[in-house]
Structure formats: structure tokens, C-alpha cells
């Protein structure tokens, strides 16, 4: 056998595995490249750019459809929320954000702070309660039993001591009933229609010695010196009285009185009767004036001075912090049960929403074909490398193949 012949048997097989290896190589690459489209004569040449890059939006397309037909369904959606949603990741989360609130409040400038929280005070104080209050004023049992509770525990109850009766006694006496007050009194008291019909009742009332008294001398005479007296001598009538005040010890028995003045002393019937009368008098103001009132109060108030106290004294109240956790595990209990209910529908006005599907085709498109090569390649490689060995390995035995069709041959030939 010449070399010529050992050429003819090692030819084919050498010659069909680089074939088969390098058109699977070319063919691989050619669903990437060329990148872009490849111009000769302003001919746009065929196969340029690659399959992948000339069908990208067709492919993002079959990728979106693919993952939310099969992967992202409602069903896996509403699984997926169920997971992420569980009591106590909604309780972490919610405890998170109300901590971070507290802290930005803490950190943030406290004048603005205390604005916005102040303009709330004042819109709910001067114009959204005095709106429930006309509104609540209406019903029938408007602080029925709160008022009738303050009555039973605190008017019922209610009774000054020594030191109390004493003080108001002893204002009595020097503001409210002064020698001149009771002067006045006594002057305004005597007119002469008052002094004409007092000596007539002490005249046609009486008997015995005091008849005589009453028919020989009468009481108009001194009533009417008694009115001059106040009158002309004004000075000193008022020591006269008071000098009269401090002979009849009328703070002590004013004192007295006070120490046995208690609701506890009426009859049941005038204590009942008393109590609903003073909750109709309470509901009836509230309900006229409860509502003006209100509006005055919220005027007179600085509402950024009270909301700035306010905020200090939560900023350092180990209160707040401790709620921080009950709160947050109640909204999360409230958001469990609201998701349990409404997961369903919730997740379907999610979706469109979210538009996932489009959020895929945008960024398969905004993927570079480079990129999308190499992404490709990074996931499959020693696939497709497999398969460009296994191209080499059928051109080899395709070409062993056909060096045994000839080398049988020629050795028919030669026998």
C-alpha cells in the first residue's frame, strides 16, 4: 500500500470531523452573530444579524408568556403573597416602620413637627368635634349615663371640709355679704309698702302683750327710723352691722352650715329628681352652646405650643416604645385576616398593575445581544460545546465510514 493510499483511508475522517466540528461551532455562533445587521450596497446580507438578535422581541415575547403562564400564575402569585405575608413578617415589618417613623419624628425638625401635628389639633378640636357634637347632641341618651355617673360619684359624694366651709363662710361675709351689701339690703328691703304691710300683719297677728305693744306703738315708726338710720349714717351702720356680724358669730354658724350642707341629707325622690335636672341642663347647653363653645376654647389655645409639649413628652415616654410591639402584632392581625378574605381579588388587580409580563419583554429587549449571548452561554456552555464535539465526532465517523467503503475496494480490487 503507497502513501497516496494511507492518505485516501486518513483523508475522510479527519477531513468530516473538522467539518462536523466547525459548522456546529459556526451554527452555534450564528444564533448570536453578527450582532447587528451587516450592509453591502445599502443590501442588508442575509442571516446578519443572528437568529437570537434578529428575533429578540419575538423571544421576549415566548419568555413572558412562558413564565407567566407556567411560573407567575395567579395561583403561584397568591401563594407567593401567603408566604411573604405571614403573621409574624407583617408584624416584624409593621414594628420596623412604626420605629423608624418614631425615630425620623425624633430626628426631624420638631418646628414643623409640631405645625402639622398642631393644625390637626386645631381642625379637630374647632371643626370636626363640634360637628359630632351637634350630631351626638341629637340622640336622646347623649351623655346620659356619664353625666348621671359624675352626679352619683362626685356631687353625691361631695362635702367640704372644716378648713373649706370655713374659707368659703369667711368669703361670704367679706365679698359676697359685706356690712354695706347688707345694708343695702335692708334699704332696699323697707320701702314703705313693705313697712305698711309688716306693722299691719304685727298689729292683726299677735295678742296678749305684745297686741298692746304691737296696736299702741306699732313697728312702722321704727322700721322707718331703721331705713333713715341706714340712709343718713352710712358708716356707721355698717359697724353696726358688723359689729351685730361678730355679737351673733354668723361666720361660725354660716361655717357650721356649710359642714352639714351634702346631697346625702335630701330625700331620695328630691336627689333623683335633682340629678335629672342637671342632666338636662348639661345636655341642653351642649346641645345649644356645647358646639360655639368648643370653637371659642380652640381659639384661645396655641395649638403649636401644646403640640410641641406633646410631642417632647413622647419622645420621652418609654410608653410609646412599649406599645410599638402590641400596636404592630394588632395591624398585623388585622392584616392577616382583611388578606385571608380578599387575597384573591387583591392579587388580581395586582397583576395588571404590575404589568410583570411587559416588565420581562422590556428588559429581554433592553439586553444587548452581547449580553444576551453571554448569559446564554454562561447557563448552557458545556451543552453547547457538546454539541459542537458531538458534530465533530459524526463528521469523523461519517469519514472513517467511508475510508472502509474504499479500502474495501481496494482490496477487491487487488484480489
Known amino acids: 500500500m503507497s502513501w497516496s493510499d494511507i492518505w485516501l483511508l486518513l483523508a475522510p475522517p479527519v477531513v468530516g470531523g473538522a467539518i462536523g466540528y466547525f459548522t456546529n461551532d459556526l451554527a452555534i455562533k450564528m444564533l448570536f452573530r453578527p450582532y447587528r445587521p451587516i450592509y453591502i450596497f445599502k443590501r442588508r446580507l442575509p442571516l446578519t444579524p443572528g437568529l437570537i438578535p434578529s428575533n429578540q422581541?419575538?423571544?421576549?415575547?415566548?419568555?413572558?408568556?412562558?413564565?407567566?403562564?407556567?411560573?407567575?400564575?395567579?395561583?403561584?402569585?397568591?401563594?407567593?403573597?401567603?408566604?411573604?405575608?405571614?403573621?409574624?413578617?407583617?408584624?416584624?415589618?409593621?414594628?420596623?416602620?412604626?420605629?423608624?417613623?418614631?425615630?425620623?419624628?425624633?430626628?426631624?425638625?420638631q418646628a414643623r413637627t409640631a405645625e402639622v401635628v398642631g393644625n390637626v389639633l386645631q381642625d379637630l378640636v374647632g371643626d370636626s368635634l363640634p360637628r359630632l357634637l351637634r350630631v351626638w347632641a341629637r340622640r336622646e341618651t347623649f351623655l346620659k349615663a356619664q353625666i348621671e355617673q359624675i352626679f352619683d360619684q362626685v356631687l353625691l359624694e361631695f362635702q367640704l371640709s372644716e378648713e373649706q366651709a370655713g374659707q368659703v363662710a369667711t368669703w361670704l361675709l367679706t365679698s359676697v355679704l359685706p356690712?354695706?351689701?347688707?345694708?343695702?339690703?335692708?334699704?332696699?328691703?323697707?320701702?314703705?309698702?313693705?313697712?305698711?304691710?309688716?306693722?299691719?300683719?304685727?298689729r292683726s297677728q299677735t295678742s296678749g302683750t305684745y297686741w298692746v305693744?304691737?296696736?299702741?306703738?306699732?313697728?312702722?315708726?321704727?322700721l322707718t327710723r331703721l331705713r333713715s338710720f341706714c340712709l343718713d349714717e352710712r358708716e356707721l351702720?355698717?359697724?353696726?352691722?358688723?359689729?351685730?356680724?361678730?355679737?351673733?358669730?354668723?361666720?361660725?354658724?354660716?361655717q357650721e352650715w356649710l359642714l352639714g350642707l351634702t346631697l346625702q341629707n335630701l330625700p331620695v325622690s328630691t336627689v333623683r329628681a335633682l340629678r335629672n335636672t342637671v342632666r338636662e341642663a348639661v345636655q341642653g347647653y351642649l346641645q345649644t352652646l356645647g358646639p360655639d363653645l368648643l370653637k371659642g376654647l380652640s381659639g384661645t389655645i396655641n395649638w403649636q405650643t401644646l403640640a410641641t409639649?406633646?410631642?417632647n413628652r413622647?419622645?420621652?415616654?418609654?410608653?410609646?416604645?412599649?406599645?410599638?410591639?402590641?400596636?404592630?402584632?394588632?395591624l398585623a392581625l388585622v392584616l392577616e385576616r382583611y388578606l385571608e378574605r380578599d387575597l384573591e381579588s387583591l392579587v388580581a388587580q395586582v397583576i395588571p398593575i404590575l404589568d410583570i409580563d411587559q416588565v420581562i419583554i422590556d428588559r429581554v429587549n433592553a439586553t444587548t445581544p452581547k449580553n444576551l449571548e453571554m448569559a446564554i452561554q454562561g447557563i448552557v456552555r458545556s451543552e453547547l460545546q457538546a454539541i459542537v464535539n458531538l458534530g465533530g465526532a459524526l463528521g469523523f465517523l461519517i469519514g472513517g465510514f467511508q475510508s472502509l467503503l474504499?479500502?474495501?475496494r481496494l482490496v477487491s480490487s487487488s484480489s
Open 213 to 222: 305693744v304691737a296696736n299702741l306703738f306699732g313697728v312702722r315708726n321704727a
Open 406 to 408: 474504499f479500502w474495501y
Open 179 to 202: 356690712p354695706d351689701a347688707l345694708r343695702r339690703i335692708v334699704i332696699d328691703f323697707l320701702t314703705d309698702r313693705n313697712i305698711q304691710v309688716i306693722d299691719e300683719i304685727f
Open 57 to 109: 422581541g419575538r423571544l421576549a415575547q415566548r419568555i413572558a408568556d412562558s413564565i407567566m403562564g407556567s411560573l407567575l400564575t395567579p395561583e403561584e402569585l397568591q401563594n407567593l403573597a401567603r408566604r411573604l405575608l405571614r403573621t409574624d413578617r407583617i408584624q416584624q415589618a409593621i414594628q420596623w416602620l412604626l420605629a423608624l417613623a418614631l425615630a425620623q419624628i425624633q430626628a426631624r425638625n
Open 237 to 254: 351702720s355698717n359697724a353696726r352691722i358688723s359689729e351685730l356680724l361678730k355679737a351673733l358669730n354668723i361666720r361660725d354658724r354660716l
Open 314 to 330: 413622647l419622645q420621652g415616654s418609654p410608653v410609646v416604645t412599649q406599645s410599638l410591639q402590641p400596636v404592630s402584632e394588632e
Open 309 to 311: 409639649q406633646l410631642l
